[in-house]
């Protein structure tokens, strides 16, 4: 009897440590060319994460800068982390909070992060920013070699 209950205790320890999520990996400055940038941090809270996005479109071309006609885009918002292995962020902005993907409506900021290692995979939906910007694209993490 005391090695089935030895085995049990072991079961739920694992299982519990399991569920519980890990997101330290997705902790850090990623860069996706020099006109995006997003930022993730641990929250104020427990099972929280800051995410933090800037991404602009014709930055790097003199004479938009000339003209004046560069245009921007960004969000922070807080997200609750969900138990479990978590491999992808996905929210709608909300002002400064994160809400399920599917909400707000067809004009809302939607975004998907699927993070590997030192590169973070980004989709979003084209309402994010300004005309052209957008925060799609394969990000790096700052400090890492490829």
Request: charge should be negative; proline fraction near 1%.
């Amino acid at each position: 009897m005391p090695l089935l209950a030895a085995c049990i205790v072991m079961v739920i320890f694992f299982a519990h440590t399991a569920a519980r999520a890990d997101v330290s990996a997705w902790i850090g400055e990623w860069h996706s060319g020099n006109e995006k940038t997003i930022g993730i941090s641990a929250g104020s809270r427990a099972k929280e994460l800051l995410i933090e996005g800037a991404a602009t479109f014709g930055a790097e071309d003199s004479d938009r800068i000339a003209l004046g006609s560069i245009h921007a885009g960004s969000f922070s918002v807080v997200w609750s982390v969900p138990e479990g292995n978590v491999r992808v962020i996905a929210f709608t902005v909300d002002d400064e909070r994160a809400i399920e993907f599917e909400g707000g409506d067809k004009f809302s900021c939607r975004l998907r992060m699927e993070q590997s290692g030192d590169h973070l995979n980004v989709s979003d939906n084209g309402q994010c920013g300004g005309l052209n910007v957008t925060f799609t694209g394969i990000y790096r993490r700052s400090g890492s070699r490829d």
